[in-house]
């Protein structure tokens, strides 16, 4: 009953903020800037907007609102824009209004279960304080007791902030159109960086023939490639294209290189020795991200409408992801709910790959980052700071590669959270306005909910480690009472949590949201360690003795292996307890339903926790034993085009390969915890 309330009162909430939506009668900011030449569109004709921007020498003193072009106010350029119908294009995954609908219903059902901890909270400090109120001896077992219950205090601060996110979120949701830049002639000129450093030259090729094959006038757009591994084979096959728009630099290393921001600046400065000079927009590419032909056309049209835009940033998407995605790497959640959020937010970010971005708005920040892992996100929050702004378009306009072994997956998992605490360390935690510039408050909250959730791995690993401790040292009985009624809130919290996910599987799919939410869990042991001094090897080549020493003493997996043990050891001593506990005499003549029930009660409310961990740390062990053996890289490209050499990945490879379930799937022992907890949660009325 209560997660039936819970999800009436969500959708009650969200029908009020989108009727309040509805009747705002406030214009969007966009279409009331520019005061161009505007024709209605029919359904078989696109809306077009006159465009304006300034040029590529404009100078800005810190206060965007004085900017002036050397004509000293905007210069017309005509440029066309088209919009298009949401759901054209199958690629974007916000086309259906049911998929919207069910997106911005998240954001209020993940807010759901934090109030249910709070809750769940209440009633554990009720049981610490039934069972230690007569014995306030300090022991191990109170001292691990009294540890866990902080660390539901921190985590419940950053439950309460990530409610207050998506609460926002849902009554501020952005839905941004999609553009299309129309003509040939009257468009403003690109200048597009492909960074790579020592990738093979077969995935640097398809990515800078994509990028040259792009639908966009060859003389408005050139190609830099700036190569960090300085290599020969690249530069050699740069220069045999004899193509007028690409051009190859590497630079000379000196000191402390910046590693990607070094190399991006690199190609900056570069740019400014051409003969044309530089252009007024900056595009990106990683060296394993193709570009698709409307890519430009897609993304330059948010900067071109709104001269405060900074960055436009497509979703990235993947066409190497092995079958049944083994190790989550899809990333869907970020991409289809988690940026969207920071997007409604007025807080999106970089991705670092296929954003386009305003040279004038990267001179104002100095340049990419070099002191932090994820110069992407770091510049994008520099620009906000500076009272730019960012916009995220969830647009499959790229298709790139994920991390080919496990090393290599924890590796980026673990720059990216690294990266998230420098950030937040930069910004003082976004909680001082000395530090945080013009960010606004929803912009703050959004910075400091993203730092949250790089801090959340270390809460786990410390939670993981915490429980089969007291679980072993604990002597002390517990009420009965008390027992269930935190037995029925833990239920109805996880099933609040599992009715969540399904509403996200309605936009991403069903497996894909449910192991995605386990995502967090195993990797915490290995985001908190670092893992990365091992060499990178592919784990479905190897024989398995090889694979299990790589990836057990090499990856850090031996923590999952302990924790394994641990929790399967808890549960048989647990069980013999209560098997013994039933045998005795005096317990069974006392009062034996009580003693029966309190012994039940107690694994049965511990038990979807040991499952879910259970899951999660097999997750690594199974991908080790059954490591994925999908097609090569070349089989999964198609033909290449006569024309401009260019190859894209084939429809097939763009969406994740899903076959039959296993016992050992996570999603699997995700149902059966859901299906445990309505069990228990009947069983508890029972007792």
Known sequence: MSVVVGWLLSVILLGISTFVQNISTSPQPDKEKFSGNQRESTQQDLLVRQGYDESHDTIFDGDLGSSESAANKPQECGWNIGELPPDEDPDFWASSPSKR??????????????????????????????????????????????????????RIALGLVDCLCRLFAAASH?????????????????????????????????????????????DHFRVILTDDGASPAVKEWVSGLKRSNILYTARVKQGAAGY???????????????????????????????????????????????????????????????????????????????????????????SGSGYILRRSALEDI?????????????????????????????????????????????????????????????????LLKTHTGRLNFKQRLCGFWSITNAYRHILDVVELFLIPTFLFGHSHPHQLETLRRFARVSCVASLTHWLHDCGRGWVIGYRTAIRESGLQLYMAPSAAYLTARMSDAHLGEPPL??????????????????????????????????????????????????????????????????????????????????PPNDPARGELMGEREEKTGARYPRDPARSVKW????????????SVMAVFNVCLLIRTYGM
């Open 366 to 430: 100095g340049g990419f980052s070099t002191g932090s892992l994820t110069e992407d996100v770091y510049s994008s929050m520099m620009m906000l700071s500076r009272g730019w702004k960012s916009a995220y378009l969830a647009e499959s306009l790229q298709f790139g590669l994920v991390p080919s072994s496990y090393l290599g997956h924890i590796k980026q998992q673990t720059r990216w959270n690294i990266g998230g605490i420098q950030l937040g360390l930069n910004f003082r935690f976004y």
């Open 545 to 626: 003795c090889h694979r299990v020493q790589h990836t057990v003493f090499g990856c850090g997996v031996w923590v999952h292996v302990l924790l394994i043990i641990y929790y399967i050891a808890y549960i048989l001593s647990h069980m013999r307890r209560i098997v013994l506990q039933a045998a005795t005499t005096h317990a069974v003549q006392r009062n034996p339903i009580e003693s029966h029930s309190i012994l039940w009660m107690e694994i049965s409310w511990l038990a979807p926790r040991l499952l879910k961990v259970l899951a999660t740390c097999l997750t690594p062990l199974r991908y080790m034993c059954f």
């Open 260 to 350: 990607k921001a070094g190399n991006l600046n690199h190609a900056v400065e570069f740019i400014k020795t051409l003969p044309r000079g530089p252009a007024p927009f900056i595009a990106g590419l990683d060296a394993d991200m193709i570009p698709e032909k409307k890519w430009l056309r897609a993304g330059l049209p948010h900067l071109i409408l709104d001269p405060k835009m900074g960055v436009a940033t497509p979703k990235q998407s993947f066409y190497n992801v092995p079958t049944n995605d083994p190790l989550f790497q899809s990333n869907k959640i970020s991409w289809a709910v988690t940026d969207v959020v920071r997007d409604s937010l007025e807080c999106a970010w970089n």
């Open 101 to 154: 609908n069910a997106t911005r219903l998240s954001h209020i059902t993940g807010a759901a279960p934090v109030i249910l901890f709070l809750w769940s909270f209440y009633l554990q400090v009720q049981c610490f304080l039934d069972i230690y109120s007569n014995d306030w001896n300090l022991s191990l077992e109170v001292v691990v007791m009294g540890i866990s219950l902080c660390i539901e205090i921190l």
């Open 659 to 670: 076959e039959s379930c296993s016992f050992l799937d996570f999603e699997v022992f995700y």
């Open 174 to 218: 952005v839905w941004r159109p999609r553009y299309r830049l129309v003509g040939d002639n009257d468009v403003p000129r690109v200048d597009v960086i492909v960074t790579c450093c020592n990738e093979s030259l077969d995935i640097v090729q398809d990515t800078v023939l994509g990028a040259l094959a792009i639908d966009y006038p060859t």
